[in-house]
């Protein structure tokens, strides 16, 4: 299991600087391969900026190989995922099978 | 958030106040399109624009830097988002949840942006946006867990994807929409400036069903060598819309600066199967599907297509609208929108006080334009005179175009009442509906400005003391349902505001046992009914038998008539015990400028509103009956007309005239006529106000300086009229008898 912390319910530009910080952490402290899989349940509130911040790491994880996977997307992070184009974020299983990206 | 610091602050402190006002204007089209929803809640229109609305104060708000404003308003978005998409239905409590919201985005607008804030207004803050959050079905999902059914909102909207245009259904748009290719790179500052990407493809979808869209992730830097505040986002994206490439960019309007933006289109839903294949893998910036050839006007291919040209083509028509005409015209049936992004085009802002300063200068060019024509014909000089004339034609034409720029339309004052009788009626327990009529009716902006307090009064008076509970409705043989009416038009040069209500009306006897016991009248004197109702804008009088937090301890009706009273107007009451009340109120268009009807009494020069004249009889004075006080009669072709004669009423020195004359004044429903001495004619007239010390001078409103710097005072119709219907009443009080009939000149300075 990775050392990542659950997904915080706000998942906004407010929160995007202290998030990254922890998440570098954890990348540190994480075993250095196989999947992430970040619990996205909580998410109530998401923007823009906190999506990328999502890109962001799936985009350093993927230059090991590996997969970022958020697992049980709330209702919320999946329109939102969905609304940006990046419902490939979501873990594959729970991907809504109408939003092809 | 962080807030660049080589912002410009001076710009900001420049454009803040017409943020701010900006900002209450759409804040007031929020209660207003809510409280019309609430009526109509299936209205897309409205959901639409009440989301247009919350997501330009958003916006704007965000480029100032008035981060409480966005944090919160976002939330109220979000439910509008929410609303809009079918999932949350507005229902009466939902209603009231976002009216406090817009009430509180009120306040935070006229907050200043670095103003201290106490505990209590963050908790009252962060309760309603966790009402916000459960009224959008968003706190259930905060404690789900894996493996459970999705959250409903998510279903809901796989559903209403379902039923939209999905994904290689392309085909199954709207006839009359077109599909559009967006590329948009959001820039840098998109996030510090308070923007979300979020939000403006939310807007977008507004405009249109989204069947696909691509995020370039590649231009997204690995996390560890990510500023997370800088924003790196771009899209492609297909656009399914019947609204044209303005309003396509108009939904980017708050990024333009900062972003890169591309609009292809659009193909034809007709030609949107030819570019079927390139839908199969995902879009890749740079690679249009519709082939440029299908840029270009929809051609008509079927029916349904030339029905939908047809309907555009009777709402396309009266629009000069350049880009709409350029921009490829997709089949619309959004005239409406584009009418909106029309007529935004046309207003310009100006600020109040400046128009006021051209509006003074105006007058004084009025008076000095009536001097030099009174010169010019003291010349005899023919040619002399008829270029003054042309001059003063010219100014008259002036002057009615600038007070028409001051002229606003009633029905913005009338709509706040919506939310006054929508919250007090639910206070009291009582069901009320509100009509409004004639709310295009215009007035200066100075008198509604001062209207709407006192309207405020007598609103709150007929829904707190007239409209009865509905229990008491139905006992008294009448629907539920009371009816208030605000009802406003022009009558001979003033506008009349009536407030109708179909409550139980004014008891007679109990507003005189209430006079008597105050000692407003004299014990067992009974006045006419008239004068009975009039007891209430007396001080001091108050028939609430209990006292509400509503309508107050009886300081309201006397304060009322004061103000209006102060603005040149009157206010009359009548009333009909079981059926409901009436008040009316006069006021005059502006305070500004009249045409009057000079006349001399005496050495004395008065200017009555032309408006008000009905007729001169020249000569006539010497028909006319007049006691010691200055009132009688006058006969004119068989009736009976009361009459004031100016030299007596104010104890005018001077030679008496051979010939005096009389002018008939028309005062509300009365007529009345006024013997003076001279009859001077048409005089455009600069009101000037009363000077503190004349302020209770009976029957005037103003004054104003003549072509040759004398001063006229300028007649109040009604207050004279009130004056010259004034029988002698004995009353107790001197209190009594200053309201009813008072001396004249008991304002006058000796």
């Known amino acids: 299991m990775s050392a990542f912390p659950p997904l915080p319910a706000e998942l906004t530009i407010y929160a995007v600087t202290e998030l990254r910080e922890r998440w570098l952490a954890a990348l540190d402290a994480a075993p250095p391969d196989g999947p992430v899989e970040l619990d996205a349940a909580a998410v109530v509130e998401v923007d823009a900026a906190g999506l990328q911040l999502l890109v962001a790491l799936s985009r350093r994880l993927g230059a090991d190989g590996r997969a970022l996977r958020l697992a049980a997307p709330s209702g919320r992070l999946r329109e939102a995922c969905a609304a940006l184009g990046l419902a490939a974020m979501l873990d594959p299983a729970d991907r809504p099978e109408e939003i092809p990206a | ?750």
């Open chain 2, 1 to 750: 958030m962080t807030r660049h610091a080589d912002q410009d602050a001076s710009f900001i402190a420049e454009a803040l106040p017409a943020f701010v006002s900006e900002a209450k204007e759409q804040v007031a089209s929020i209660e207003q399109l809510l409280l019309e929803l609430e009526d109509a809640p299936d209205d897309r229109e409205r959901l639409d624009a009440l989301f247009r609305c919350a997501h330009t104060v958003k916006g704007s708000a965000g480029i100032f830097g008035l981060d409480r404003v966005v944090a919160f308003t976002h939330h109220v978005e979000t439910l509008l988002d929410r609303m809009r998409e079918g999932r949350v239905a507005l229902t009466p409590a939902l209603g009231t949840l976002l009216l406090e919201c817009n009430d509180e985005i009120r306040a935070l607008v006229e907050q200043a942006p670095d103003a201290p804030e106490g505990e209590d207004d963050r908790a009252r803050r962060a309760a309603l946006i966790e009402s916000l959050q459960a009224a959008g079905g968003d706190a259930p999902a905060r404690g789900e867990r894996a493996g459970n059914a999705v959250a409903p909102g998510a279903a809901a909207a796989g559903a209403s994807r379902d039923g939209g245009a999905g994904p290689g259904t392309g085909s199954d748009a709207a006839p009359g929409t077109a599909r559009w290719q967006l590329r948009v790179g959001f820039g840098p500052d998109t996030f510090r400036n308070g923007l979300d990407p979020l939000a403006v493809l939310a807007y977008l979808r507004g405009l249109g069903p989204i069947p696909r869209i691509a995020c370039d992730a590649g231009a997204v830097p690995p996390i560890d060598a990510l500023d997370p505040e800088t924003c790196h986002l771009g899209f492609a994206l297909a656009l399914d819309t019947d609204a044209g490439r303005d309003a396509i960019e108009a939904a980017f309007s708050f990024v333009r600066e900062d972003c890169t933006l591309e609009i292809d289109g659009p193909a034809s839903s007709g030609d949107v199967s030819t570019a079927r294949p390139g839908e199969a893998g995902p879009a890749r910036a740079g690679a249009p599907e519709a082939s440029a050839s299908a840029a270009g006007p929809t051609t008509a291919d079927g029916s349904a297509t030339t029905a939908a040209a047809t309907a555009t083509s009777a709402d396309a028509s009266p629009r000069p609208d350049a880009a709409a005409a350029t921009a490829p015209a997709p089949a619309s049936t959004r005239g409406a929108r584009g009418r909106d992004a029309a007529e935004e085009t046309r207003f310009i802002r100006v600020q109040a006080d400046r128009l006021d300063a051209v509006i003074n200068l105006l007058g004084e060019l009025v008076i000095a334009a009536a001097g030099a024509s009174m010169l010019a014909r003291q010349t005899r000089h023919g040619a002399l005179v008829e270029a003054n004339h042309a001059v003063s034609g010219l100014i008259e034409e002036i002057r009615n175009s600038t007070l028409q720029l001051r002229m606003v339309p009633i029905g913005e004052t009338f709509s706040r009442f919506r939310r006054v009788v929508r919250d007090t009626a639910a206070e009291l327990g009582k069901d009320v509906a509100l009509e409004l009529v004639g709310t295009e009716t215009e007035l200066d902006k100075s008198v509604v400005e001062r209207i709407a307090d006192p309207l405020m009064h007598v609103v709150r008076n007929a829904l707190d003391h007239g409209l009865e509970t509905p229990e008491a409705r139905i006992a008294a043989g009448k629907p539920p349902q009371g009816r208030l009416v605000l009802a406003a038009c022009h009558e001979g040069g003033s506008i009349v505001i009536r407030i109708d209500d179909d409550g139980r009306g004014i008891q007679r006897d109990r507003v005189l046992q209430r006079a008597w016991d105050r000692g407003l009248l004299e014990r067992g004197v009974v006045p006419p009914d008239a004068r009975v109702l009039a007891l209430i804008f007396e001080p001091g009088f108050s028939t609430a038998e209990k006292v509400t937090n509503l309508s107050g301890r009886g300081v309201g009706m006397d304060v009322v008539r004061r103000n209006i009273e102060s603005l040149r107007g009157s206010v009359t009451l009548s009333s009909e015990p079981g059926r409901g009340s009436r008040i009316e109120i006069r006021l005059p268009l502006t305070l500004a400028i009249i045409d009057g009807f000079l006349v001399g009494a005496g050495l004395s020069r008065f200017v009555f509103p032309l408006e008000s004249v009905v007729e001169v009889v020249e000569g006539a004075g010497a028909d006319a009956n007049v006691d010691a006080r200055g009132r009688g009669t006058v006969a004119l072709r068989g009736r009976v007309l009361p009459v004031v004669d100016l030299r007596v009423l104010y104890g005018l020195d001077g030679p008496s005239a051979e010939r005096s004359s009389v002018v008939v004044v028309q005062a509300g429903a009365e007529r009345f006529g006024v013997r003076v001495d001279q009859l001077l004619g048409q005089h455009q007239t600069v009101i000037k106000p009363l000077g503190r010390m004349f302020r209770s001078l009976r029957g005037m409103s103003g004054s104003t300086i003549l072509g040759n710097g004398e001063v006229a005072l300028i007649f109040d119709p009604v207050g004279l009229g009130q004056l010259a219907a004034g029988a002698p009443i004995h009353r107790s009080r001197r209190d009594a008898d200053r309201a009813h009939a008072p001396s004249p000149l008991e304002g006058q300075p000796t």
